[in-house]
Structure formats: structure tokens, C-alpha cells
């Protein structure tokens, strides 16, 4: 089946460092690309997305880069800071039946920020 | 301003128990999701539903089932748990199924 995987499971680094976290998507129709922060106890939100006629997107200090012929897709963030400690999502877009779309997520990355 | 809703928050059963998890949303959104998270694999999705009365199945269905008898709510029902259903859910909700989705804070469920 459709699959996203997601790269690396942890990531720790030093607050001020860059963060990247990269994934790979399996479905060559997929369009949509968000990104989610997950912090203990809550449920995860939507940080950054992207959709597949734009290669990157910026948000202060997070973007989003995307190659489709490669088919994957990567989050950057600037200047670290200890409350970007959490577990990060990516997710890919596929079709199912009835013209529908659906998300399939990565298996997540935890990021500890060090002050 | 209170988004998706899950209740309960907590919840410990007995194998062999049923129980129902409950989602409301305030967004008027379509898609409502039911997704179980389990570490190290990330969000698993369980039952979808693309608009109100209808129900679709996703990676995990067996062992669970929905309704979705308003738009606003998508009730999650376990008949008779498992311990393997030990987990936390998640609801979400969108207005399409490309676009952004909006997570309750969960359901923490044991089951021993």
C-alpha cells in the first residue's frame, strides 16, 4: 500500500542550530504535504503545508521544501528554540475511491532542543 | 472557539468491555477522522467519513466501528475490547481530504 516514511525518529540539537527533518512518499499523485508539531499531551497541529505546483514555502523560521520527481519532501527550522521540543509529523495526501483524498502520516520525528 | 472535542480524555477498560469514544467539532467540516497513535507509528487511520451518514474504512478498521448520524459528531465504538486496542485516539476534522486537519487533544484508552 501508499506509504510515507519519515526521517530521522530523533533529532537533538542545540538551540540557535538548524533542524531538518525529511520524508519520502510512495504515491506519485499525491498533492497535498502538511506538516504537524505534536507536544505532550495534545493532539498534533498543523505547523506548515505545501501542495505539489510549489517547490518551497516559508514561515518565519519554518519552511518547506518538495521534489516531486524524487517524491520527497523536507521541514527546516532556523534558529532552534527549546519550545520547538516536540514530535513532528509529516503527512502525504493519496486518493481512495469515490474521488476522494485521504492523509497518510510519517511515523514521526521527537526534536529536543538544548539550551 | 472549542474546535474538536473528544471525550473521554481517559479511560481504563476490561477485555471483552464495548465502549464509545466520542468527537464533536464546531467547524462545520466534511471529513471527520478517527486515528489510533501508537509508538514509534505514528497516526494509523482507523474510519473516515466524507459528510454526515456516511462511513468509510481506513488502515486499522477491525475491531471498531462508526457513525456519523450528524455532521458535527463521529462516534467511534469498540464492541468488545482487546488489549492490542490498548492506544490513544485522535479525531480530526477538515474541510476536504487535502486539506488541513484539525486534531482533538485525544482519548487515552487501557485496556487490561
Known sequence: GENVEQHPSTLSVQEGDSAVIKCTYSDSASNYFPWYKQELGKGPQLIIDIRSNVGEKKDQRIAVTLNKTAKHFSLHITETQPEDSAVYFCAASIGVSGGYNKLIFGAGTRLAVHP | ?112
Open chain 2, 1 to 112: 472557539n472549542a474546535g474538536v472535542t473528544q471525550t473521554p480524555k481517559f479511560r481504563v477498560l476490561k477485555t471483552g468491555q464495548s465502549m464509545t469514544l466520542l468527537c464533536a467539532q464546531d467547524m462545520n467540516h466534511e471529513y471527520m477522522y478517527w486515528y489510533r497513535q501508537d509508538p514509534g507509528m505514528g497516526l494509523r487511520l482507523i474510519h473516515y467519513s466524507v459528510g454526515e451518514g456516511t462511513t468509510a474504512k481506513g488502515e486499522v478498521p477491525d475491531g471498531y466501528n462508526v457513525s456519523r448520524l450528524k455532521k458535527q459528531n463521529f462516534l467511534l465504538g469498540l464492541e468488545s475490547a482487546a488489549p492490542s486496542q490498548t492506544s490513544v485516539y485522535f479525531c480530526a476534522s477538515s474541510w476536504g481530504g487535502n486539506q488541513p486537519q484539525h486534531f482533538g487533544d485525544g482519548t487515552r484508552l487501557s485496556i487490561l
